[in-house]
Structure formats: structure tokens, C-alpha cells
């Protein structure tokens, strides 16, 4: 009936009656999947943790400011994978009553490997990094020539 979007919010256990104020996403079990945190009115906060089987491929990147702002919101990272190409940017805000992860993630499909990293600071600086493997979260400080795997476990 004219309808281009179903609500599907119960069959992945979302369908709380609470009176939501924000949500924040993030991959709060270092898992590789974004979970959500929300935020209620008058009423305990929820995490919900994404539990979804995948083998999809994925990669994550905190970055750290160093000329740039600490926490280098607006920093932009371009990753490659043979002829394939993404943009991300470290998000400075977004929502009401939350704020989602600084660390840019990238769901990467198949790709085991990310062949280039460019990252643009908001100083105008750049640095290039790879090849980088998949299914890690990575630290990246402005001007340093390294890029180090972050030391977080996945919980189970």
C-alpha cells in the first residue's frame, strides 16, 4: 500500500517501549560489528550487542592528533582494496544524549587486506600506510611513520 519501508525492529530485538533519547554506535566488544548504546528518558540505558554471524572482513582505525585537534575529529582516511575505494571521517558529534566511537570503522566484504590508508588531517598533513590487515583496530598518531594494532580483545 504505498509503503517503501517495513518495521523489522522486533525480530532483532528492538522493539523496546522505552522512551529512547539517543543512541551511540559503537563496537563496544572489539568484535567487528557495531553494537548501540541507547539512552532513555526516566529509565536505565540499553546496550544492545550485535550478535549477527559474519563472515565479512572488517578494520578500524583510532586516531590521535598531534598538530591537529587531540582527537582529530574531521580527519579524513581513504582506504583501497584493489580497484575499490572508501571514504570515513572522524566524526566529531552526532545525536541527541550520545555520542558515537571517534574510531572510523570500515566493513571491508571480502578483503582480508587493505592494500592503502591515506589519512588528511585537519592540519593539511597526510601520511600513507599498507598493506594493513583485516579484522583489527589500529592506532595512528599524526606524524608518526607506524601504525600499531590497538591491544583489545574481543569479548565473548
Known sequence: GGMLFKNEAGRHGLD???????????DFDNDGRLDMFVSNANSEPLLVRNTQPTDANWIQFRLEGTESNREAIGTRLRIKMGDEERIGFVNGGNGFASQSTRRVHFGLAEAKIVDSLEVLWPSGSSQTFGPIESNGIYHIVEGRDDIAPMAAEASK
Open 16 to 26: 523496546s517501549q522505552l522512551d529512547a533519547r539517543g543512541v551511540a554506535v559503537a
